[in-house]
């Protein structure tokens, strides 16, 4: 399922959109990932709060949105640009690769949210296919 | 059995109560028709479904997503026996149409997503887990009388 000319337009479109609120919805994305999906807080015992208004979650979920975005721009070699990306999840932080497609929800339900006339079916399932393939890039040095 | 709190109990008829029943489902059906086009494999008599466009136009998916989500509202009834509830429509979901269960899932996703660009930031991380515990209970009552 790769991105065609199509989707890598509509995810460039669509995540203009985004960039301006990427610290409000990062921050909504994560926080629900932890909330609604209990487990994922299992790599974050380290955090002293877990809580949606958790100056550590606010942070964090920066750092990820960010590297969505900044997947964005490598939209047209992922695998080769989320290289390093793809080593610090897969020998650092070692994040089970299925907590991906739980943030890659998360993501959506606050796009739907903050977007509700722009994140039309259309630029949904390219934004679906684009986070799925982020996830695969990912997940690339795992094993 | 099932344990719902109270607040689980108030944030699904909140949600519900909120939600233009004839409106939400056609728009969840056409998106899940649209994202996931594999499912699109059991409507062959519903006519073009060619593109987005023609998904959203369409008349018959529109009228079904009218009976899907009237489908749903007996769950929110009966929150207490959804499984008993749905083993005849699982039992229809099986062996008369013989819908794959993970289009369920698939199928309350876009619900999800519906639910959440209707509701904005109403759809509280409370509120979000709530809903999709519900719709967990849902989908797995729907594949309970497969064998």
């Given amino acids: 399922m790769s991105l065609s000319a199509k989707d890598k337009l509509a995810v460039k479109t669509f995540f203009g959109k985004v960039a301006p609120k990427v ?13 609604v999906y209990p487990q994922t807080k299992t790599y974050f015992s380290h955090w002293a709060d877990l809580s949606p208004s958790s100056p550590q979650v606010k942070k964090h979920g920066l750092t990820v949105l960010n590297g969505v975005l900044s997947a964005v721009e490598l939209i047209d070699d992922l695998k080769g640009g989320l290289l390093t990306l793809s080593e610090l999840h897969a020998f ?10 739980i943030i890659n929800h998360n993501l959506l339900v606050v796009f739907a949210m903050m977007f509700p006339d722009d994140f039309t079916p259309e630029v949904h399932v390219s934004v679906d296919k684009f986070l799925a393939q ?3 890039a990912l997940a ?3 094993r | 059995m099932v344990k719902w709190t109270d607040a689980e109990r108030k944030a699904i008829k909140a949600v519900w109560g909120k939600m233009n029943v004839d409106v939400i489902g056609s728009q969840a059906l056409a998106r899940c028709l649209i994202v996931y086009p594999w499912t699109q494999r059991y409507f062959d008599s519903f006519g073009s479904l060619s593109d987005a466009a023609s998904i959203m136009a369409n008349k018959k998916v529109a009228a079904h997503g009218k009976v ?3 489908g749903l509202g007996r769950a929110v009834q009966n929150m207490d026996d959804i499984k008993n509830t749905y083993a005849p429509l699982s039992v229809l979901h099986s062996e ?3 819908v794959d269960p993970d289009n369920f899932r698939l199928l309350g996703d876009c619900l999800t997503i519906v639910v959440a660009s209707q509701l904005g930031r109403a759809f509280t991380p409370d509120i979000q887990a709530a809903w999709q515990k519900f719709l967990a209970v849902v989908v797995s009552a729907l594949g309970k009388q497969y064998h």
């Fill in chain 1, 23 to 35: 610290e409000d919805i990062g921050r909504e994305a994560l926080a629900r990932t932890l909330f």
């Fill in chain 1, 92 to 101: 650092m932080l070692r994040v089970d690769p299925a907590n991906f497609k």
């Fill in chain 1, 134 to 136: 982020v996830s695969l």
């Fill in chain 1, 140 to 142: 690339e040095k795992y």
């Fill in chain 2, 68 to 70: 899907v989500l009237n």
């Fill in chain 2, 96 to 98: 008369k149409l013989h």
